[in-house]
């Protein structure tokens, strides 16, 4: 009985560390951007996977519809973001970004009311440049405080801000502007940088936004979906409450990958707290993406308060683990086969950062059951070509 409690007494130990260690970061905020926004990554969904620039009001109104019917919005997914080309390519003669007549002619302030009386929040796009990365409207350099201006008072919500196109200064000079912008704006704006991880924003963002890119553009397709996966785990220690690492908009259901392909990107995304932001036609969904994407306990992995970002503990070949600790003196580990083969991957508890001798149950996501039996050291899959395994670990001795 001594060595038990011994071991629950050196368990507990840890766990309180963590605990004191998630409140000093939940209360070391920014310097600048105070706006009490992003506390969980944020959740919901863009238009730019799917559609790319073929958007109109129509569209948005009827995706806004979908996140209601589909129950996604009692999930979380609460922004629908416009990405790239909703505007005219000139401003108006008082320097105003104008919407594009043709594909929003009721204008933007009209459809974020329609996105908030649906109890869901709108987000819009912009670019620290003379133009947009489509070079179809402009940016907002040289006009941040007027476009802030003009956003707060449209009723916008979240303002994803790209980096194509400027004047080649840096964008730690370009990037405070509209920062600086958005908190005269009177209004919370949740503030995504997207200068595509050139200059490491995950070191410098925090004071400037709610998230940050980390990785270029994400594409359809396993090797790309892995690779943003494993840049964006290079900067786990910079993530927290309020300040988010992002490695892109999910791919889930746009068709280039398998389920069980899907599946690792979701687990990947939820487990490492990125942002949440649907890039399918949720109007038009497969059982299996409704499935993925509705997972509540994956998304609870997600938005668990303590923000902590999952990191790799061991890699060996195409096998890796990756962990993270959770509220609850619990732990979410994924079990992950690379490889093009089947293969049997183990996840150690002394890779975890628990004692060895710890009895733990064990919880599977994916196949939302609790195992039967108990472990101890470790936890043992099988796993197919490019899948995955989510386990909550929770210790009970």
Not at 254 to 278: C, Q, R
Not at 353 to 378: C, I, M, S, Y
Request: glycine fraction near 8%.
């Amino acid at each position: 009985m001594g060595k038990r409690r011994c071991v629950v007494a050196a368990l507990a130990a840890i766990m309180l560390m963590m605990e004191l260690a998630a409140l000093t970061v939940a209360e070391n905020r920014r310097s600048m951007l105070s706006n009490g926004l992003g506390m969980t990554p944020p959740m919901g969904w863009n238009s730019w996977n799917h559609f790319g620039c073929n958007i109109d009001e129509k569209m948005i109104r009827e995706t806004a519809d979908a996140l209601v019917s589909t129950g996604l919005s009692k999930l979380g997914y609460e922004y629908v973001n416009i990405d790239d080309c909703w505007a005219e390519i000139s401003r108006d003669d008082k320097g105003n970004l104008v919407p594009k007549k043709s594909t929003f002619p009721s204008g933007i302030k009209a459809l974020a009311d329609y996105v908030h009386k649906k109890g869901l929040k709108l987000g819009i796009y912009s670019d620290a440049g003379y133009f947009t990365c489509s070079r179809r409207m402009p940016g907002s350099l040289g006009y941040e405080e007027q476009d802030a201006k003009t956003f707060a008072s449209w009723g916008i919500d979240y303002l994803k801000y790209d980096n194509c196109n400027n004047d080649g200064s840096k964008p730690t000079q370009r990037y405070p502007v509209m920062t600086r912008a958005l908190m005269k704006a009177g209004r919370p704006i949740f503030f995504s940088l997207c200068e595509w991880g050139d200059m490491h924003p995950a070191e410098w963002g925090a004071p400037l936004g709610n998230s940050w890119r980390t990785t270029n553009d994400i594409s359809d397709n396993w090797e790309s979906m892995i690779s943003r996966a494993d840049q964006n785990e290079i900067y786990a220690e910079y993530a927290r409450p309020g300040g988010w690492n992002d490695p892109d908009m999910l791919e889930v259901g746009n068709g280039g990958m398998t389920k069980d392909e899907y599946i690792v990107h979701f687990s990947l995304w939820a487990i490492s707290k990125a942002p949440l932001l649907l890039g399918c036609d949720i109007r038009n969904m497969t059982r299996e993406t409704m499935d993925i994407i509705t997972n509540k306990e994956v998304i609870a992995v997600n938005q668990d308060p303590y923000g902590f970002q999952a990191k790799k503990v061991r890699m060996e070949g195409d096998q890796e683990i990756w962990s993270a600790p959770l509220s609850g003196y619990k732990i979410a580990v994924v079990l992950l086969n690379r490889g093009p083969v089947r293969y049997s991957t183990t996840a150690r508890w002394d890779d975890i950062g628990l004692d060895p001798k710890t009895v733990v149950q064990a919880r599977d996501l994916w196949e939302h059951k609790t195992l039967k039996t108990t472990f101890v050291g470790n936890l043992t899959a099988t796993l197919r070509p490019h899948s995955c395994k989510l386990y909550v670990l929770k210790p009970i001795a």
